[in-house]
């Protein structure tokens, strides 16, 4: 079973998350009153998250679908209640909690008791993080964050770890929160896509949605029945005993406000929540591809990458992005989410005219908003827009990525547009082979058929690309008069300069080291400097002694008023240089 990326899931996190001194506004909104009391305000945290945990009955909601899953659900629950016997139940060895224990991070938020996970008593409370770029003062623009006690933790880490089949279906367009994948790759798939319409001179329609609240209203007996397929009895009773009777406290700025229930959703934060969210969706791409709906690269299906809560669909005919958007807008509808209107856009790159009159394309009932651009996953799609703004470390990152998974629509995907796009500086991977060349490296055949370790490959990547550029700024350092003083084989990329390396770690110190280094460089500011920026003919003698023009061999060797400074450091110096150039050397450049 691969395991969700946690440590993906909360970088997730970070990046939406400002300091909580800077993020947090002094203001909230209610009904257009501004409230600033801070017990007024986590009360309004509540009501509002209490509302979002409580399943609404939408007039579009497939009922039908509903009541179904639930007579479905009860037979579960009997069949359930003999397949389990006691005898047999399972059992957690002292190594398998041990193990979950291990797993728990140090260091982060307490619980409500001001617990950690260095404690073991039960609770749960949920913090409102600011998604960055919204409007601080409406709760609707925070995501609940849920401290789960570490007690929880440990339960679900150790269920976990029997949950041996869970996910073991899920579909390979699916890219979020999965060990050894990243919303990156969903990208690539689709900019892959893009380049293959645009090579074939094909028409492309790329839609992307966006799913409001998608963790938050995660119908809990739709993902019970999905789950019994997925689990042995025991546990299955054991998840849905988890689910049952949850609930939650609200912390904001130190208030905690009164207990409420939690009927929907899946915790953000928990141990379990990316697994279970991930299953509770796995069918439309799934349903997509068995209809052979969407974009083909080669004889790869990838028309509807999946990175959590974001969904692309793409092809290159109009009657098929309404029939994706069809099934995607009925599958919304029985599994009780809203796609975002705003926030859903179809980008329509016409390259072959054609003669049937255009109807305008839905979502549901009401036409799907189009532009010229939309925004997946951070990466603004344009018509015809590649990932250009990689650096090469960030590629070759990914490229490895890639050929260490063992994702096979990934793998045949390249495979394809190795072959066919080769050459093409669209392909990423035709981009990936060219960074190889340009650092003299092996190529992406040769690295398919000895992959090294990740710790191997990132030193060897890290090293060629360090080399290359050290040689690239020497080159460039020879060319300019400023820096002929500077000792250029000694600089390279990752490496200190000698001025640095001399340093005690004091601060008057580093301050020196900076005038230091602006010397050996030619950047500081001395008045022969002055004189030449302002188009003054008239000579600028010394600031300090009045004698005579300030430049560089004045200030370091001539200037009377330095002369007890220079005494301090000279004799050290010059027995320096003598013992690297010997005597007579030191006599004829220096006397």
């Known amino acids: 079973m691969d395991k969700p990326d946690s440590k993906a899931f909360h970088r997730l996190i970070r990046s939406n998350k400002h300091e909580l001194k800077d993020a947090n506004s002094k203001v909230i909104k209610n009904e257009n009153e501004e409230v600033m009391n801070s017990e007024e305000q986590s009360r309004i945290f509540a009501d509002y998250y209490e509302k979002l945990a409580v399943p609404s009955n939408e007039e579009h909601y497939d009922e039908d679908y509903l009541e179904k899953s639930k007579y479905r659900l009860e037979l579960m629950n009997n069949i359930t209640k003999h397949q389990i016997d006691t005898c047999n139940i399972t059992i957690f060895s002292e190594e398998e909690i041990i193990k979950p224990v291990n797993k728990l991070n140090s260091g982060k938020t307490a619980d409500e008791y001001s617990l950690t996970a260095e404690h073991f008593i039960y609770a749960g409370i ?23 006690s570490a007690l ?137 591809e068995r209809r052979g709906l969407g974009l083909n690269i080669g004889l790869e299906y990838c028309g509807s990458p999946l990175c959590a809560d974001d969904i692309v669909l793409m092809t290159t005919d109009e009657t098929e992005i309404q029939a ?56 603004i799609r344009a018509r015809a827009l590649p990932i250009k703004a990689e650096l090469h470390k960030r590629q070759l990152s990914l490229l490895y990525s890639i050929l260490a998974s063992e994702n096979t629509k990934l793998k045949n995907v390249m495979e394809r547009q190795m072959a066919v796009n080769a050459g093409n500086s669209d392909s990423f991977f035709s981009r990936a082979q060219e960074i190889l060349n340009f650092y003299n490296l092996p190529s992406i055949a040769e690295f398919k058929e000895h992959l090294p370790s990740k710790i191997r490959w990132k030193k060897y990547i890290n090293r060629s690309i360090a080399d290359k550029w050290s040689n690239l700024l020497q080159k460039e350092m020879e060319e300019k008069s400023t820096l002929k003083h500077c000792n250029i084989q000694i600089l390279k990329i990752h490496e200190v300069h000698p001025v640095w390396r001399t340093l005690p770690p004091i601060t008057y110190e580093v301050k020196k080291a900076n005038i230091k280094a602006r010397f050996l460089t030619g950047t500081y500011l001395l008045q022969e400097h002055i004189q030449r920026f302002n188009g003054n003919s008239d000579e ?29 450091v000279f004799p050290a110096l010059k027995q320096a240089i003598i013992c690297n150039i010997g005597q007579n050397k030191w006599q004829e450049h220096f006397i």
Request: glycine share 4%.
């Open 152 to 288: 929880g933790k440990v339960f679900e880490y150790a269920l976990l770890d029997k949950m041996i089949d869970l996910n073991s279906n899920q579909s390979e367009l699916q890219f979020g929160f999965t060990q050894g994948l990243s919303p990156i790759m969903a990208a690539l798939i689709v900019s892959e896509g893009i380049v293959h319409a645009k090579q074939q001179n094909l028409n492309m329609f790329l839609a992307t949605l966006d799913s409001q609240k998608a963790f938050d209203v995660v119908h809990h007996m739709i993902l019970m029945e999905k789950l019994f397929y997925e689990l042995p009895a025991d546990i299955w009773r054991m998840v849905q005993d988890l689910y049952s009777n949850m609930s939650s406290k609200i912390k904001w700025n130190s208030h905690l406000c009164n207990q409420f229930s939690i009927n929907q959703g899946v915790r953000q934060g928990g141990v379990l929540s990316t697994h279970l969210y991930k299953l509770y969706m796995n069918e439309l791409p799934e349903e997509l």
């Open 324 to 379: 994706m958007l069809n099934i995607a807008y009925k599958f919304s509808c029985q599994h009780r989410y809203n796609i975002h209107p705003e926030k859903s856009t179809l980008i329509k790159t016409e390259r072959i005219k054609t003669s049937k009159q255009q109807h305008p394309i839905t979502l549901g009932e009401k036409p799907i908003k189009e532009d010229q651009q939309t925004t997946h996953l951070g990466i």
């Open 540 to 568: 600028q003698k010394c600031l300090l002694c009045q004698i005579e023009q300030e430049d560089l061999i004045h200030f370091l060797l001539r200037c009377p008023a330095l002369n007890e400074q220079r005494q301090k």
């Open 126 to 148: 949920l913090t409102p993080v600011h998604k960055k770029g919204k409007d601080s003062t409406l709760p609707t623009n925070y995501r609940g964050i849920t401290v789960t």
